[in-house]
């Protein structure tokens, strides 16, 4: 078998493995875990306004929404008291049309009856004459 006796050179190797360790944490293991933590608050500021950017987002949408439903409230109230108010000035127009047309009928019954009362009395001085005529034709002679 092989036995091992320590001597000096163990030593040596024990010093050497730890500079080897002191000098490769400097060079190579700092500057890689520096990179690795770099990358990592790089993911998660990333991952900080993504999450922003979806909370925006989903606050532009409600004010969206309340805002739409804000307009469309006031908008219908605008178009019904736009159709009150027309049919306010409507039914004011029909009345105005009614009292006009009645006036006008009003005047043209005046006017028949005017004008029946003067045909009555041209036709009651025509009747003797008129009378006399048919009688004459009826009879065959002059009367």
């Known amino acids: 078998m092989i036995t091992v006796i320590p001597d000096i050179s163990l ?7 730890l500079v080897l360790l002191f000098v490769l944490n ?9 990179v690795l933590l770099e990358r990592k608050a790089k ?5 900080n306004g993504a999450e922003k950017a979806q ?4 606050a532009g949408e409600d004010a969206y929404n309340s ?13 019904e ?23 006008n009928l009003a005047d043209i ?3 028949v009856a005017q004008e029946t009362e003067q045909a009555r009395k041209a036709l009651e001085a ?13 009879l065959g002679r002059a009367c």
């Open 67 to 79: 805002g739409l439903k804000q307009a469309r409230s006031k908008g219908l109230k605008s178009k």
């Open 26 to 34: 400097l060079v190579l293991y700092k500057p890689i875990r520096n």
């Open 109 to 111: 019954k005046k006017q």
């Open 11 to 17: 030593v040596y190797q024990m010093i050497n493995f």
């Open 55 to 58: 909370s925006d987002l989903v």
């Open 126 to 138: 025509e009747v003797d004459g008129y009378a006399k005529a048919i009688g004459e034709k009826i």
């Open 43 to 47: 993911i998660e500021g990333m991952q």
């Open 81 to 103: 008291a736009f159709i009150e108010e027309a049919s306010k000035e409507e039914k004011e127009i029909i009345d105005r049309i009614n009292k006009k047309a009645q006036a």
